[in-house]
């Protein structure tokens, strides 16, 4: 009998041994009764925080003076930043990507302008791929933007890349014989029998397309698989584990599928896919020639990026604080670095314009007052809306996860019909700016955040 309960309490022990220990915290991010709420592991994001701390910048330079282009030989990028600018940024980038190397890592100590090193000319080529990412994929990096250190970290290769394998598609002896690429143990798959590479069918240049469901209800025209759903829930395991998320901080419980019902992360995650196709084919491939045979794949391609490439286990790279703003030539704006940059959204409102056309107002803590110059920052969207009649304009107020969800979501509303009142002001129809409702703004460690107190207006 002894044996017997000696037994059960090593399989409880056993079985418990793969549970966190609690407590846990948890994030309403959607409507009461959807289970839309992300589960967090306060042990886990301590470690976490300490992992995705940006490091300090490096003192402004002064813009004046001759270009480092016309001093220097051989500099085919950050050529018209001033010299104490490119110094500046060449110490940065330094201390993110090979701190204990240094210079050497990627310049011939006996003449910089030598382009020998393997590492120099990737460097060039990756300071391009930063621009390209921070003034075109504002879409998903919005103005926090990125820098070398976002996915470095410290280290002269990052952390979280991949390679094209074949292993899980390699026959195996018994009744298996065939794994068609999944059933094999793969923590990019989450230890499951789904497809142990989701990167190769859907971050490649010829990706395929990422559905689980067909869009009709019968079977004609309906090409989509079961096949298909085990590679887009592969996917969903990685961007999942990137993030440190679960599937509702992007997807509507009751819906997965609708993008109507989907939070904006979800518009975010759809550019980033894409911008990470880019920056695998049309940067990363085209290394391919430049790397040493033992920086290559087992196939002999290059290491690539996915989602925790950046991420690294947060919901935003480095918990969403922003190197770009000192750095801003990393965005291809000259000559920024000599002011110091502000490190705080304005104290009573800021606006910005993003690529895709949404309109975005930040509010102070707890008001819903619009400032003095607001009619002046919405000119460009009254114009807009103005010259196109038939476009409509939709708000939405974002309110705070935290706190009482009634009072977050009249403040959000009552921000939103602020917005509203100013857009009718200025000549803007009422049949034509429609009010969403509240949303709530995902989870912040560092305390109150700037995005659960904003407006967004999108034209449609």
């Avoid at 500099?75 to 060449?90: C, H, I, Q, Y």
């Avoid at 509010?363 to 000119?379: G, H, M, Q, Y």
Wanted: glycine residues 8%; contains cysteine.
């Amino acid at each position: 009998m002894r044996s017997a309960t000696h037994l059960i309490l090593l399989a409880a022990v056993a079985l418990l041994a793969g549970c966190e220990r609690p407590p846990v915290d948890s994030v309403q991010s959607g409507y009461r009764g959807t289970g839309m709420e992300q589960v967090y592991n306060p042990r886990i994001l301590v470690a976490q925080a300490d992992q995705n701390k940006a490091p300090e910048s490096p003192a402004p330079a002064s813009p004046d003076g001759p270009k480092a282009g016309q001093v220097y030989q051989n500099v085919k990028v950050l050529g018209d930043l001033s010299v104490g600018e490119f110094a500046r940024n060449m110490v940065a980038i330094t201390n993110w990507v090979a701190p204990n190397q240094g210079c050497a890592y990627c310049h011939n100590p006996q003449n910089f302008a030598d382009d020998s090193l393997h590492t120099k000319v990737v460097a060039r080529r990756m300071l391009q791929m930063t621009q390209n990412i921070n003034g075109n994929w504002k879409n998903h990096v919005a103005d926090t933007g990125v820098t070398c250190y976002t996915c470095h970290r410290g280290q002269p290769i990052p952390a979280n890349t991949w390679f094209k394998t074949a292993g899980a598609d390699a026959p195996v002896a018994g009744m298996l014989g065939d794994r068609a690429g999944q059933n094999a143990p793969a923590i990019e798959a989450a230890f499951s029998s789904l497809p142990g590479d989701p990167f190769k069918p859907f971050l490649a240049a010829d990706a395929a397309e990422i559905r689980v469901i067909g869009t009709t209800a019968l079977p004609t025209y309906n090409r989509q698989s079961t096949k298909q759903a085990e590679w887009t829930y592969s996917l969903m395991m990685h961007m999942s584990q990137s993030l440190g998320v679960n599937c509702t901080f992007c997807h509507n419980t009751r819906s997965f599928a609708a993008w109507d019902a989907s939070t904006p992360q979800r518009g975010a995650a759809w550019y980033g896919i894409r911008m990470t196709r880019e920056i695998n084919e049309d940067y990363l491939k085209s290394l391919a020639g430049v790397f040493p045979a033992d920086r290559l794949g087992p196939q002999g391609d290059v290491a690539k990026a996915n989602c925790a490439t950046c991420h690294q286990g947060a919901y935003k790279p480095l918990y969403g604080a922003s190197m770009l703003k000192d750095h801003p030539e990393l965005a291809g704006v000259r000559g920024a670095a000599a002011a110091p940059a502000a490190t705080t959204v304005n104290a009573t409102a800021a606006m910005t314009t993003t690529a895709s056309g949404v309109t975005v107002l930040f509010f102070a803590v707890n008001s819903a007052t619009l400032p003095d110059d607001a009619i002046s920052r919405l000119a460009n969207l009254v114009a807009a809306l103005k010259a196109r009649p038939e476009v409509k304009a939709a708000i939405s107020g974002f309110h705070s996860a935290a706190g009482n969800l009634e009072q977050n979501q009249e403040l959000a509303k009552s921000r939103a019909k602020a917005v509203r009142d100013a857009l009718t002001a200025a000549g803007i129809g009422a049949d034509r700016v429609e009010l969403d409702k509240p949303m709530s703004a995902e989870a912040n460690l560092s305390g109150e955040d700037p995005q659960a107190r904003r407006v967004e207006v999108t034209m449609k």
